[in-house]
């Protein structure tokens, strides 16, 4: 059974920062890409970042690029979002999912319970 855990999530003043992690279990990690997605109040669910399997290329929805990064740990199973200089549009749930590729969420087959993070101003 594929499970990912999420955590790291909390409130933050405007220009703090948090780290998520991500850590699965069930499948062979290394293997997978995985994504951060998000999901504001009242707001569609939206890629934040994703890190690929195998050469592990990044990629950065366009407002979180320079303020956000995304690794991994294959040995621990865990990725990792490093998200600074955070902003209220910021807040949201966050989760992350694998099975999938690319930007769209419909791909991914599994995901976590996701994570609040609430930035104030």
């Known amino acids: 059974e594929v499970q990912l855990v999420e955590s790291g999530g909390g409130l933050v003043q405007a220009g703090g920062s948090l780290r998520l992690a991500c850590v699965a279990s069930?499948?062979?990690?290394?293997?997978?890409?995985i994504a951060w997605f998000r999901r504001a109040p009242g707001k569609e669910r939206e890629g934040v970042a994703r890190i690929v399997h195998g050469d592990g290329y990044t990629y950065y929805a366009e407002d979180v690029k320079g303020r956000f990064t995304i690794t991994r740990d294959n040995a621990m199973n865990t990725v990792y979002l490093q998200m600074n200089s955070l902003k209220p549009e910021d807040t949201a749930v966050y989760y992350c999912?694998?099975?999938?590729?690319?930007?769209?969420?419909?791909?991914?087959?599994?995901w976590g319970q996701g994570t609040q993070v609430t930035v104030s101003s």
């Open positions: 999912a694998t099975g999938g590729v690319g930007e769209r969420s419909t791909t991914y087959d599994y």
């Open positions: 069930g499948v062979t990690f290394r293997e997978y890409t």
